[in-house]
């Protein structure tokens, strides 16, 4: 499975983004799909996570209520909607894929990584 995100970008505080991954290769509904992120010196760290139906989901708890993922298993995506951004949001963003139907929040559970997309929160 490749996949390809993008939807970054440099936004005020307060602002929204809509971050997308498109999946390819291998069958999409058999994966669990994570969004990480990474900000510079840090750890990455687990933000949200979907099952494959779409019904299952958890996040992280910085952005519950201001964050939602969601997927559409026909177009191959998954998205992350990131609105009330604040300063300590801002990091690269990857999505990931795990083929099991157990949610993790874990990165060393993932298998497939896309390449990242950068988001940038101005104060």
């Known amino acids: 499975v490749q996949l390809q995100a993008c939807g970054g970008g440099l936004v005020r505080a307060g602002d929204s983004l809509r971050l997308s991954c498109a999946a390819s290769?291998?069958?999409?509904?058999?994966?669990?799909m994570g969004w990480f992120r990474q900000a510079p010196g840090k750890e990455r760290e687990f933000v949200a996570t979907?099952?494959?139906?779409?019904?299952?989901?958890l996040y992280t708890n910085s952005v519950k209520g201001r964050f939602t993922i969601s997927r559409d298993n026909d177009k191959r995506m998954v998205y992350l909607q990131l609105n009330n951004l604040k300063p300590e949001d801002a990091a690269i963003y990857f999505c990931?894929?795990?083929?099991?139907?157990?949610?993790?929040?874990?990165?060393?559970?993932?298998?497939?990584w896309g390449q990242g997309t950068e988001v940038t929160v101005s104060s």
């Open positions: 990931a894929a795990r083929l099991v139907n157990d949610l993790s929040q874990q990165p060393r559970d993932y298998i497939y």
């Open positions: 290769g291998g069958t999409f509904e058999e994966y669990n």
């Open positions: 979907i099952n494959w139906s779409g019904l299952r989901i």
